[in-house]
Every structure is written in C-alpha cells, then in structure tokens.
Nanobody, 127 residues
Framework: QVQLVESGGGLVQAGDSLRLSCVTS????????MGWFRQAPGKKREFAAA????????YYSDSVKGRFTIARDNAKNTVYLQMNKLTPEDTAVYYC????????????????????WGQGTQVTVAS
C-alpha cells in the first residue's frame, strides 16, 4: 500500500517562501509521475506542479510558473515543492499525488490521472 505524507505547510506573509515535502512509503515505491495539487475553500482542486519520477519532465500551472519549483529525491522517496514569492491567492490545502508506474499520461496535470493522494498540508499566506 502506497502512502503519501505531506509536510511543510504553515502561515506566512506575502512574499515569503515555503518548501513542502512529500514522503512516500511502501515496500518498493515507483511511479510514473508525482504532482502537487491545491484546493482553496469553495474551489475545485487544481493542478500546481508535476514531475516525472524517472527521467526529465516537469510541469507547472501558469499561476505558479516562475515562482514554484518541483524537485524529487528518488533515494529518499521524496518530492518537494519550493514556493517563492507567495501571495494570498496561494492560500490552499496542498496535496501530494502519485501515479502508478503503469500509468502514463502525456501531461500529468489532471487529478483523475493520479492514483494515490496524501492528506494535505495547509498553506496560508497573509497579506
């Protein structure tokens, strides 16, 4: 059973930075891609960033491109989301997600294309 555990959320001021971490567990973890999604109160879950678990390939939404950076450490089974220049519009619960290794999508940006989800970590950006 694959489990994803996010950490690193918190309350920050506009312009600050945060780094989220997502640690995966399982006897032998492998994935096609891992992503970060976010959901603000009253809104649908939206894509933020994704990364291929093996090989090159990173993807960003227009709203975070240039401010957020996704990275992975395969040896630690961990994916990171470095968030810079945060704004109040970034306030949301951030979820880590993973695709099964047998799934491949050209652009892994849709929530329905992910098979495993973490519980989420709250990010609040004060103005």
């Amino acid at each position: 059973q694959v489990q994803l555990v996010e950490s690193g959320g918190g309350l920050v001021q506009a312009g600050d930075s945060l780094r989220l971490s997502c640690v995966t567990s399982g006897r032998t973890f492998s994935s096609s891609a891992m992503g970060w999604f976010r959901q603000a109160p009253g809104k649908k879950r939206e894509f933020a960033a994704a990364i291929r678990w093996s090989g090159p390939g990173t993807y960003y939404s227009d709203s975070v491109k240039g401010r957020f950076t996704i990275a992975r450490d395969n040896a630690k089974n961990t994916v990171y989301l470095q968030m810079n220049k945060l704004t109040p519009e970034d306030t949301a619960v951030y979820y880590c997600a993973a695709q099964k290794p047998t799934r491949y999508t050209l652009q892994p940006i849709q929530p329905a294309e992910y098979d495993y989800w973490g519980q989420g970590t709250q990010v609040t950006v004060a103005s």
